[in-house]
């Protein structure tokens, strides 16, 4: 996934109200930028950290920024929480995910479960549906490891339940974790910040919902998914 246009490089100054961030360019600048991000943001959100954001050309948008990465230990983390299911796409268009080709079709927002919609359908004629739900991943806190969720995530949870409907009616079932950083490459389950949805991720592989992770290589013109990683159970 390329960024349409080149990202400007700031400062973050404070991250509030879940989705607004106060940054000052490098130009001396200061803007409020939106902050695609419902989640905690974790060693992300920290006043002083290397940002990067976009500018939209729509005169109509209230804000013209979007935070979209940043910068930890001289790596950069994605914490554009609408990337993933884009760089899903690109992905599965262009076979990056073995496990996931030899489909005829991805059909993106199928109505599914309860009052859900899955991220994608993947079908073809010779072989089971196979429903497919993604999540983004960017919580580091010790070494190498990526964990999701970084905050109690029931609609997450949820979504395993759905899986796991779909496995006992005969199809297949996927949750995909995107990873947007660089400097991991092992993967767990959140225990202490969501239990419930780490019970939910163990429970829901045993029953066959099949978990893949992939990182992503990231730089400021450009997001891809670009190799598997270890869940560490």
Known sequence: MDFPQPLTRGQLIQRYKRFLADIVLEDGTEITAHCPNPGAMLGLNMPGLPVWVSRSPD?????????????????????????????????????????????ASHRREVNYGVASRVDFL????????????????????????????????????????????????GDRAVALFVVQRTDCDTFSACHDLDPAFARG????????????????????????????????R
């Open 59 to 103: 005169p109509k948008r209230k804000l013209a920024h979007t935070l979209e990465l940043v910068e930890v230990d001289g790596g950069l983390v994605g914490i554009n929480t609408m990337h993933p299911n884009r760089l899903v796409a690109e992905a599965l268009a262009h076979d990056v995910i073995p496990e996931l080709t030899g489909y």
């Open 122 to 169: 993947l079908e073809a004629p010779d072989r089971p549906r196979c429903w497919l739900e993604i999540k983004n991943c960017h919580l580091r806190r010790t070494g190498t490891l990526a964990e999701f969720p970084d905050c109690v995530a029931a609609r997450s949870t949820k979504h395993l339940r759905e899986l796991e409907a779909m496995v006992a009616e």
């Open 201 to 232: 991720l163990e429970a829901a592989a045993q029953v066959g919902v099949e978990v893949l992770v992939y990182a992503c290589d990231i730089t400021p013109s450009e997001v891809r998914i670009a190799r598997a990683m270890t869940w560490a």
